[in-house]
């Protein structure tokens, strides 16, 4: 079927909650006809790095599909490295990021101090968690969720109608996030930082990805890119950088497949993020 059910529900699974999971889970695959007929995962709520979102509690479940972080609402909250624990976990199973930081959120709850989550917080979160291994991304924006209008109580300071806020900037741009993703091989892509030599920051960090015939690295300020050529097939590569605020192509031109090579977006600076795009020049597209 078409159905992924996701069991949780935003929660943190005492003992005793963990069996009534099971349980669920379990009816849900008789009701379903087989293990096989039914994919699920694991709503949790926050947890720490090394936990691993549901991976803490039902990894090794036959049930579980996959596996659900909840990064949470914050903006530094290196979502990379929370990515790459559940990625590397045994026995293998994808993960994908489930509730990050919505577009128009009050930061970590503190609108006050922190401001509002903008564009750029939410594609940023997006391009970080698919970069760094995650099967998948949820958009979310706060004002949607509760279908916040103006003759109802808003939820943790949501403040712009439901029916607007579809139309907010960060909700048109994942459409850029899919068809970037979309447009190389997936099935031979993996996370790979050994690419770069420089990933920086919390703040600026720099993640690479690639397949066998390419590659795409996010900077999510704009900062110069080292590149250690030769990860792909080819002996000479094309390259061009990708605008991730409108999905528009800057190209670069051909250059060896050796040595290292730095690339330099064409603006640099907060919310001045770009995606650096290599192919093998006998396959790119």
């Known amino acids: 079927t078409n159905i992924i059910w996701v069991l949780g529900g935003d929660r943190v699974p005492d003992e005793k909650a963990k069996s009534v999971w099971r349980s669920m889970?379990?009816?849900?695959?008789?009701?379903?006809?087989?293990?096989?007929?039914?994919?699920?995962?694991?709503?949790?709520?926050?947890?720490?790095?090394?936990?691993?979102?549901?991976?803490?509690?039902?990894?090794?479940?036959?049930?579980?599909?996959?596996?659900?972080?909840?990064?949470?609402?914050?903006?530094?909250?290196?979502?990379?490295?929370?990515?790459?624990?559940?990625?590397?976990?045994?026995?293998?199973?994808?993960?994908?990021?489930?509730?990050?930081?919505?577009?128009?959120?009050?930061?970590?709850?503190n609108a006050k101090e922190l401001g509002i989550s903008s564009a750029y917080d939410v594609r940023k979160h997006a391009y970080l968690d698919l970069f760094a291994g995650s099967f998948g991304h949820t958009y979310g924006c706060h004002d949607v969720w509760q279908m916040y209008a103006p003759n109802k109580t808003s939820i943790n300071g949501a403040r712009i109608p439901w029916y607007v806020a579809i139309d907010l900037p960060g909700a048109a741009q994942m459409k850029y996030v899919r068809r970037l993703m979309e447009s190389r091989s997936m099935l031979d892509r993996i996370p790979d930082q050994s690419v770069i030599s420089n990933a920086m920051g919390a703040n600026d960090r720099i993640q690479a990805t690639r397949g066998k015939d390419y590659i795409f690295i996010y900077s999510s300020q704009g900062k110069p890119i080292t590149v250690n050529m030769g990860k792909i097939s080819g002996n000479e590569v094309t390259s061009f950088w990708f605008n991730p605020r409108n999905g528009e192509e800057k190209m670069l031109g051909k250059f060896p497949n050796k040595g290292e090579k730095v690339f330099t977006p064409p603006t640099t600076g907060y919310g001045q993020d770009w995606i650096l795009v290599i192919d093998d020049a006998t396959k790119s597209s």
């Open 25 to 109: 889970a379990a009816g849900i695959t008789e009701g379903t006809g087989g293990q096989n007929k039914s994919i699920m995962t694991f709503h949790p709520q926050p947890n720490g790095v090394e936990d691993g979102g549901s991976s803490k509690y039902f990894h090794s479940d036959e049930w579980l599909d996959f596996n659900m972080l909840q990064t949470g609402h914050c903006r530094e909250n290196n979502v990379w490295d929370r990515i790459q624990v559940v990625y590397n976990r045994a026995p293998i199973k994808p993960v994908l990021d489930g509730e990050p930081l919505y577009e128009d959120h009050p930061v970590c709850f």
